[in-house]
């Protein structure tokens, strides 16, 4: 039942915007530290971003700082990673985790969405 579904991604030309979504459904999503990461074909899996459960203090990816932010609706048990002048190497499968850790270490995470693509091409 413990389930987090990202949402939002699709094709974008460069230089455009994307809002991405990851919902929580099972547990209390607030309680966690959530990571946001990328995976290009044939490449490893990058952290982009995260974002702790206490303090609410954030991190970006150095290829990301200044066009992404990364934030919480609480309410709405649900994090969202607002993208900006989108570049064509951001083109990736993104994934939205959740941990009781913090950081880009993937073992920190305790549960993984399916992933949705974004494509950035003209």
């Known amino acids: 039942q413990v389930q987090l579904v990202e949402s939002g991604g699709g094709l974008v030309q460069p230089g455009g915007s994307l809002r991405l979504s990851c919902a929580a459904s099972?547990?209390?999503?607030?309680?966690?530290?959530i990571g946001w990461f990328r995976q290009a074909p044939g490449k490893e899996r990058e952290g982009v971003s995260c974002?702790?459960?206490?303090?609410?203090?954030?991190y970006y990816g150095e290829s990301v700082k200044g066009r992404f932010t990364i934030s919480r609706d609480n309410a709405k048990n649900t994090v969202y990673l607002q993208m900006n002048s989108l570049k064509p190497e951001d083109t990736a499968v993104y994934y939205c985790a959740a941990g009781t850790g913090w950081g880009f270490k993937i073992t920190e995470y305790d549960y993984w969405g399916q992933g949705t693509q974004v494509t950035v091409s003209s």
């Open positions: 099972g547990f209390t999503l607030d309680y966690y530290a």
């Open positions: 974002i702790s459960s206490s303090t609410g203090i954030t």
